[in-house]
Protein backbone atom coordinates (compact mmCIF):
# COMPACT_ATOMS: atom_id res chain seq x y z
CA UNK A 1 0.00 0.00 0.00
CA UNK A 2 0.99 3.68 0.32
CA UNK A 3 0.90 4.28 3.94
CA UNK A 4 3.96 4.36 5.59
CA UNK A 5 3.52 1.84 9.23
CA UNK A 6 3.97 2.19 11.99
CA UNK A 7 2.96 0.56 15.26
CA UNK A 8 0.69 2.55 17.10
CA UNK A 9 2.46 2.32 21.02
CA UNK A 10 4.89 1.09 22.83
CA UNK A 11 5.98 1.28 26.70
CA UNK A 12 9.23 0.84 27.92
CA UNK A 13 10.54 0.90 31.46
CA UNK A 14 12.92 3.61 32.16
CA UNK A 15 16.51 3.13 31.93
CA UNK A 16 15.88 0.15 29.03
CA UNK A 17 15.96 0.46 25.07
CA UNK A 18 13.04 1.26 22.99
CA UNK A 19 13.03 0.25 19.09
CA UNK A 20 10.60 1.75 17.26
CA UNK A 21 9.67 0.18 13.86
CA UNK A 22 8.60 1.32 10.47
CA UNK A 23 7.98 -0.01 7.06
CA UNK A 24 8.05 2.11 4.15
CA UNK A 25 7.09 1.90 0.76
CA UNK A 26 9.19 3.01 -1.82
CA UNK A 27 12.62 1.03 -2.45
CA UNK A 28 13.80 4.33 -4.49
CA UNK A 29 13.40 6.76 -1.17
CA UNK A 30 16.76 8.48 -0.89
CA UNK A 31 16.18 9.64 2.91
CA UNK A 32 14.46 8.25 5.65
CA UNK A 33 13.76 10.56 8.55
CA UNK A 34 12.78 9.75 12.47
CA UNK A 35 10.85 13.21 14.15
CA UNK A 36 9.91 13.50 17.43
CA UNK A 37 6.95 15.27 18.96
CA UNK A 38 6.16 16.47 22.07
CA UNK A 39 1.92 16.94 22.95
CA UNK A 40 0.83 20.37 21.38
CA UNK A 41 4.20 21.39 20.12
CA UNK A 42 5.34 20.88 16.41
CA UNK A 43 7.99 18.15 14.83
CA UNK A 44 11.98 17.99 16.09
CA UNK A 45 14.02 16.31 13.50
CA UNK A 46 15.77 13.58 15.40
CA UNK A 47 18.24 12.04 12.79
CA UNK A 48 18.23 10.74 9.35
CA UNK A 49 20.05 8.23 7.23
CA UNK A 50 20.52 7.88 3.88
CA UNK A 51 19.32 5.40 1.48
CA UNK A 52 23.09 3.86 0.75
CA UNK A 53 23.85 3.29 4.82
CA UNK A 54 22.42 0.71 6.69
CA UNK A 55 23.26 2.01 10.22
CA UNK A 56 23.93 5.44 12.09
CA UNK A 57 24.45 5.95 15.12
CA UNK A 58 24.07 9.80 17.11
CA UNK A 59 24.61 9.51 20.90
CA UNK A 60 21.51 7.43 22.26
CA UNK A 61 19.80 6.73 19.07
CA UNK A 62 20.76 4.10 16.51
CA UNK A 63 18.97 4.11 13.36
CA UNK A 64 18.84 0.67 11.52
CA UNK A 65 18.23 0.26 7.59
CA UNK A 66 16.73 -2.33 5.95
CA UNK A 67 16.44 -1.32 2.38
CA UNK A 68 15.65 -5.51 1.03
CA UNK A 69 12.54 -5.26 3.44
CA UNK A 70 11.75 -1.41 3.49
CA UNK A 71 12.08 -1.48 6.98
CA UNK A 72 13.87 1.57 9.50
CA UNK A 73 14.16 1.08 12.46
CA UNK A 74 15.09 3.78 15.79
CA UNK A 75 17.15 2.53 18.74
CA UNK A 76 16.78 4.46 21.62
CA UNK A 77 19.01 3.52 24.76
CA UNK A 78 18.75 3.95 28.56
CA UNK A 79 14.77 5.54 27.67
CA UNK A 80 13.93 8.44 29.67
CA UNK A 81 11.04 9.65 30.89
CA UNK A 82 11.37 12.97 28.65
CA UNK A 83 11.89 10.55 25.76
CA UNK A 84 7.72 9.77 26.21
CA UNK A 85 6.47 11.39 22.55
CA UNK A 86 5.20 10.31 19.38
CA UNK A 87 7.95 9.23 16.81
CA UNK A 88 7.22 9.70 13.25
CA UNK A 89 9.24 8.08 10.72
CA UNK A 90 9.23 9.66 7.01
CA UNK A 91 10.98 9.03 3.71
CA UNK A 92 11.73 11.67 1.16
CA UNK A 93 10.77 9.66 -2.14
CA UNK A 94 12.30 10.39 -6.10
CA UNK A 95 9.44 12.03 -6.95
CA UNK A 96 10.44 14.98 -4.05
CA UNK A 97 7.58 14.14 -1.73
CA UNK A 98 7.93 13.66 2.36
CA UNK A 99 5.93 11.07 3.51
CA UNK A 100 5.31 10.47 7.02
CA UNK A 101 4.23 7.48 8.81
CA UNK A 102 1.17 7.08 11.06
CA UNK A 103 3.36 7.36 14.39
CA UNK A 104 4.67 5.67 17.39
CA UNK A 105 3.48 6.48 20.63
CA UNK A 106 6.57 5.93 23.24
CA UNK A 107 4.79 5.77 26.84
CA UNK A 108 8.17 5.58 29.84
CA UNK A 109 7.20 4.59 33.07
CA UNK A 110 9.50 4.67 35.99
CA UNK B 1 17.07 34.19 11.48
CA UNK B 2 13.25 33.25 12.36
CA UNK B 3 13.00 30.47 10.33
CA UNK B 4 9.52 29.48 9.32
CA UNK B 5 6.70 30.96 10.44
CA UNK B 6 2.98 30.14 10.31
CA UNK B 7 0.32 32.85 10.30
CA UNK B 8 -2.37 32.71 12.24
CA UNK B 9 -1.91 30.39 15.09
CA UNK B 10 -5.77 29.61 15.82
CA UNK B 11 -8.90 30.39 13.61
CA UNK B 12 -12.29 29.15 13.54
CA UNK B 13 -14.17 29.31 10.69
CA UNK B 14 -17.84 29.09 9.11
CA UNK B 15 -18.97 26.61 6.96
CA UNK B 16 -18.33 27.47 3.33
CA UNK B 17 -16.33 30.07 4.32
CA UNK B 18 -12.51 31.15 2.63
CA UNK B 19 -9.20 31.13 4.50
CA UNK B 20 -5.18 31.76 3.37
CA UNK B 21 -2.52 30.12 5.84
CA UNK B 22 0.53 32.20 5.79
CA UNK B 23 3.73 30.53 5.62
CA UNK B 24 7.37 32.21 5.33
CA UNK B 25 10.66 31.37 5.61
CA UNK B 26 13.57 33.36 6.09
CA UNK B 27 16.33 30.60 5.22
CA UNK B 28 16.25 30.66 1.32
CA UNK B 29 14.73 27.00 1.14
CA UNK B 30 13.79 25.64 -2.44
CA UNK B 31 11.80 22.79 -1.25
CA UNK B 32 8.34 24.16 0.61
CA UNK B 33 5.45 21.66 2.17
CA UNK B 34 2.19 21.68 3.44
CA UNK B 35 1.13 19.18 6.36
CA UNK B 36 -1.88 18.38 7.67
CA UNK B 37 -2.35 16.68 11.07
CA UNK B 38 -5.72 15.51 12.40
CA UNK B 39 -6.17 14.48 16.07
CA UNK B 40 -4.28 11.45 16.67
CA UNK B 41 -3.03 10.74 13.29
CA UNK B 42 0.11 11.28 11.34
CA UNK B 43 0.90 14.08 9.00
CA UNK B 44 -0.67 13.73 5.70
CA UNK B 45 1.16 15.79 3.01
CA UNK B 46 -1.45 18.64 0.96
CA UNK B 47 0.77 20.56 -1.40
CA UNK B 48 4.64 20.99 -2.01
CA UNK B 49 7.01 22.83 -4.08
CA UNK B 50 10.56 22.33 -5.00
CA UNK B 51 10.71 26.21 -6.11
CA UNK B 52 9.26 29.03 -6.53
CA UNK B 53 6.68 29.22 -9.80
CA UNK B 54 6.46 25.01 -9.16
CA UNK B 55 3.37 23.62 -6.91
CA UNK B 56 3.01 19.65 -6.69
CA UNK B 57 -0.17 17.87 -5.56
CA UNK B 58 0.47 15.59 -2.08
CA UNK B 59 -1.97 13.01 -0.41
CA UNK B 60 -4.60 14.72 0.24
CA UNK B 61 -5.28 18.39 -1.70
CA UNK B 62 -9.02 18.43 -2.35
CA UNK B 63 -10.05 21.54 -0.98
CA UNK B 64 -6.91 23.30 -0.84
CA UNK B 65 -4.88 25.73 -3.14
CA UNK B 66 -1.37 26.82 -3.39
CA UNK B 67 0.88 28.89 -4.95
CA UNK B 68 4.72 30.05 -4.83
CA UNK B 69 5.43 33.59 -5.92
CA UNK B 70 8.48 33.84 -4.59
CA UNK B 71 11.18 31.51 -2.45
CA UNK B 72 9.99 32.87 0.54
CA UNK B 73 6.13 32.48 0.79
CA UNK B 74 4.45 29.31 0.86
CA UNK B 75 0.26 30.39 0.97
CA UNK B 76 -2.30 27.62 1.78
CA UNK B 77 -5.74 28.63 0.31
CA UNK B 78 -8.93 26.89 1.84
CA UNK B 79 -11.96 27.78 -0.10
CA UNK B 80 -15.65 26.66 0.87
CA UNK B 81 -14.32 25.66 3.76
CA UNK B 82 -15.97 22.23 5.13
CA UNK B 83 -16.01 20.56 8.34
CA UNK B 84 -13.41 17.76 7.36
CA UNK B 85 -10.68 20.31 6.72
CA UNK B 86 -10.69 20.61 10.84
CA UNK B 87 -7.22 20.54 11.79
CA UNK B 88 -3.63 21.06 12.91
CA UNK B 89 -2.08 22.07 9.18
CA UNK B 90 1.89 22.11 9.43
CA UNK B 91 4.41 23.74 6.83
CA UNK B 92 7.90 22.69 6.37
CA UNK B 93 11.51 24.06 4.66
CA UNK B 94 13.88 22.56 3.35
CA UNK B 95 17.25 23.14 2.31
CA UNK B 96 19.22 20.31 1.62
CA UNK B 97 17.02 17.11 1.80
CA UNK B 98 18.19 15.94 4.98
CA UNK B 99 17.18 19.07 6.98
CA UNK B 100 13.44 20.36 7.67
CA UNK B 101 12.62 23.01 9.58
CA UNK B 102 8.65 22.87 10.71
CA UNK B 103 6.37 25.94 11.42
CA UNK B 104 5.00 25.86 14.79
CA UNK B 105 1.41 25.15 13.18
CA UNK B 106 -2.15 26.49 12.54
CA UNK B 107 -4.72 25.07 14.41
CA UNK B 108 -8.17 25.71 12.12
CA UNK B 109 -11.98 24.20 13.28
CA UNK B 110 -14.59 24.81 10.78
CA UNK B 111 -17.73 24.55 12.22
Known amino acids: GEDVEQSLFLSVREGDSSVINCTYT??????LYWYKQEPGAGLQLLTY?????DMKQDQRLTVLLNKKDKHLSLRIADTQTGDSAIYFC??????????FGTGTRLQVFP | NAGVTQTPKFRILKIGQSMTLQCTQD?????MYWYRQDPGMGLKLIYY???????DKGEVPNGYNVSRSTTEDFPLRLELAAPSQTSVYFCASFERKAEAFFGQGTRLTVV
Open chain 1, 49 to 53: IFSNM
Open chain 2, 49 to 55: SVGAGIT
Open chain 1, 90 to 99: AEMRNTDKLI
Open chain 1, 26 to 31: DSSSTY
Open chain 2, 27 to 31: MNHNY
